[in-house]
């Protein structure tokens, strides 16, 4: 696998000079293609600014993040919304789905918007639908479905498009357990069958486990790394658990 996405020397200030809060401090790393990376860490630790920051929806202090031999730091509001559009997936907590749009409506508005070709978007819907089994609801409307399904509906609507990074934050946040655990192992597909590059921030230490590598951040720094590699899901889980008492234990969502 070569570095797909590089994150060197970023910083993140907020404030005035007076009182300068460091979110982000000089933190570096890479995500590999077809990687499912967690980013884990208390209240306040950087983990929701960083991936802002990777979403182009927040700007580096300093530092430069690249997207293979794109520096997105470098690019205009313009092109910055240009390159989101077209290489970026999102999903969040809230589903922001448009409850007048059915489900297929909702997954292809982007593609609707972009002008593609009416067979290509039929074809990109027909697939995703089946990947993320929600064939069966397409015709229905948002308030029709379950947290769960709107969030595989959300799922889809990130995917369609086929971007370079998933970029997930809590995505399981809103959801029961087995709603969640049902989008975890559909990220899991996504991840193998279509070699999404995912980047997904959580405080859940069961969602984590579902990831092939996690950074660990503290006070605006990565502070550990663990990479899953071929130990089952139970001992990775294990393995997070132990990492996480050390930063005393129950983490919160960051925002």
Do not use: W
């Amino acid at each position: 696998m070569s570095d797909y996405i590089r994150i060197c020397e970023v910083e993140k200030y907020y404030g005035s000079a007076s009182n300068v809060t460091r979110a982000v401090d000089r933190v570096s790393f890479q995500v590999d293609k077809g990687e499912f990376v967690g980013v884990m860490g208390p209240s306040g630790s950087g983990k929701t600014t960083l991936l802002n920051m990777l979403a182009t929806i927040d700007r580096v202090t300093a530092g430069h993040i690249y997207y293979e031999s794109t520096d997105i730091t470098e690019l205009s509001e313009d092109a910055l919304s240009d390159f989101r559009r077209d290489n970026l997936g999102f999903v969040f907590q809230e589903y922001n789905l448009l409850d007048t749009l059915t489900i297929e409506e909702n997954i292809v508005l982007a593609l609707t918007l972009q002008e593609k070709p009416k067979q290509e978007i039929v074809a990109a819907s027909g697939q995703i639908l089946k990947l993320l089994q929600i064939e069966d609801i397409r015709d229905k409307f948002p308030y029709q479905v379950s947290g769960g399904q709107k969030q595989r509906c959300a799922c889809a609507r990130a995917m369609v498009n086929r971007p370079r990074l998933l970029l997930a934050d809590e995505p399981t946040g809103a959801l029961d357990s087995r709603s969640a655990q049902i989008l975890l192992e559909t990220f899991t597909d996504l991840n193998r069958r279509m070699e999404a590059t995912i980047l997904m921030v959580t405080h859940d230490a069961f969602s984590a486990s579902y990831c092939s590598r996690i950074l660990f951040l503290q006070d605006g720094k990565i502070f550990h790394e663990l990479v899953r590699g071929e130990k089952s899901r139970r001992v990775f889980l294990q393995e997070i658990l132990d990492v996480l008492s050390l930063t005393g234990g129950a983490l919160s969502d960051d925002r």
